[in-house]
């Protein structure tokens, strides 16, 4: 496809958050706790632009087909509360593009960032190549 190649890749990414509080009912404590679990498995096509005479640098551009899995937990120690919920939220298929950029050090070796839905919008990082 012109000055480039095309690639074609898989993709993991996971992240979780936890936030748990006090709170005080007359001189009862009691606390709930909050848990969100995501986790991103796809497959990537990226187009690397090799068009400006540098090769430390390899510019690049792709979508990825995903599938997405949301998972929440809510737990409280309050009797008249009663609540423990728990369930998949959001799960399902998921279509993003993304752009980035590596800059090579060594010939495996890469400084990376990159634009674009994944676990999150903005990622920066090391690659390394086979």
């Known amino acids: 496809g012109g000055p480039g190649t095309i690639s074609l890749g898989g993709y993991l990414g996971m992240k979780s958050f936890k936030s748990s509080q006090v709170y005080y009912i007359s001189t009862s404590q009691y606390r709930y706790t909050q848990k969100w679990n995501y986790a991103i498995v796809g497959l990537r096509s990226a187009y690397h632009f090799n ?17 997405n899995i ?18 998949s939220y959001g799960s399902g298929l998921g279509l993003s593009v993304y752009v980035g950029g590596r800059y090579y050090f060594t010939d495996n070796l890469a400084a990376m960032a990159e ?16």
């Open 70 to 87: 949301l998972r929440y937990t809510y737990e409280d120690n309050d009797p008249f509360q009663n609540d423990y919920v728990t369930g």
């Open 51 to 67: 068009g400006l005479n540098e090769e430390a640098f390899d510019p690049y551009g792709g979508v990825m087909l995903s599938y």
């Open 115 to 130: 634009l674009g839905y994944g676990i999150s919008f903005f990622t920066v990082g090391l690659a390394y190549q086979f």
